[in-house]
């Protein structure tokens, strides 16, 4: 395994629903997700090992592309820019909040800004940190992946293009000229089949989180100059709290090391007493009391 199958951590923007979180690469690859709590076994996790750990990458085929990764203001939605002289393209991925009825979804919308671009998905998800096997199904409501793990998990894959199964994973290569786009949302499977990967339902999606977040935002009291930056930490630092419970985990990782190594790869998916109490002052020093009650 090579170093240069890995990107620096710094590559990854991050995304979550309250429950769990997802890194998002720079390359549009989600490489690291507990599923479906922070506390969960992982079902994505090439970030610690790129042949075995899984991944759900989509990618422009494009050549030597520029790569950008910004936020939209003042939400935890993230876009995921290629820029190239063929083209221009952009993932837009987030997770929506369950209170609003969605069940953990992570939704991706990739589109085509300018030229025709040619794109290939991979979702190959590694159940229960990639000790389990799993099998895989093509049903009319999406690509089924059943663990085989004494935990039963299984997840569905739907999207607004053709996928095709290979190897126990699912691949989609599908070409988006400018203004047209495509959606993939992953979702924990339940005995009820919805229109999770139509156009409609991930637009409604998109705009129910956006607003949520911001509606978070703008409770916030801090009003100095570095605004931007104080309400994107403060962001962030609400992707580590738990919804049910109310607790901030130190980290939604495991088994990175302090050095490459070296003995120190702990688990942060706890909360510290030290780290919580630093992030929960924090908050309510921006006006976020809530978050200190629960």
Request: include cysteine; glycine fraction near 8%; proline fraction near 5%.
């Amino acid at each position: 395994m090579a170093s240069s199958d890995y990107q620096p951590i710094e590559n990854y923007g991050v995304i979550g629903d309250l429950y769990t979180v997802a890194l998002v690469g720079i390359n549009g690859s989600i490489d690291f997700m507990c599923f479906p709590n922070f506390d969960s076994p992982t079902i994505f996790a090439a970030l610690l090992d790129h042949e075995k750990g899984g991944r759900f990458c989509i990618a422009p085929r494009l050549e030597d592309p520029q790569r950008k990764q910004l936020y939209l203001p003042d939400t935890n939605v993230l876009l995921t820019r290629f820029l190239s002289d063929e083209g221009v393209a952009e993932i837009s991925d987030f997770m929506p909040i369950k209170e609003m009825g969605h069940a953990h979804d992570v939704i991706r919308r990739v589109k085509t800004v300018r030229g025709e671009i040619r794109f290939r998905m991979l979702c190959q998800p590694r159940f229960d940190y990639a000790r389990a096997g799993h099998r895989v199904e093509q049903t009319p409501g999406g690509v089924l992946f059943v663990s085989q793990a004494g935990r039963a998990l299984t997840l569905r894959l739907r999207s607004t293009v053709p996928v095709k199964l290979e190897a126990g994973d699912a691949i989609a290569d599908f070409t988006l000229r400018a203004g047209e786009s495509a959606s993939f949302v992953l979702e924990q499977a339940n005995h009820e089949e919805s229109p999770s990967s139509s156009p409609d339902y991930v637009a409604a999606a998109f705009k129910e989180t956006v607003r949520f977040w911001r509606n978070w935002v703008s409770h916030s009291t801090y009003r100095g100059r570095w605004r931007e930056m104080v309400n994107r930490s403060a962001l962030t630092l609400k992707l580590l709290t738990s919804q049910p419970h109310g607790s901030i985990v130190a980290a939604p990782t495991f088994g990175l090391p302090e050095l490459i190594g070296g003995v120190r790869n702990w688990d942060y998916r706890y909360t510290w007493i030290r780290d919580s109490s630093f992030t929960l002052y924090a908050l309510m020093r921006l006006g976020y009391t809530q978050e200190a009650k629960q």
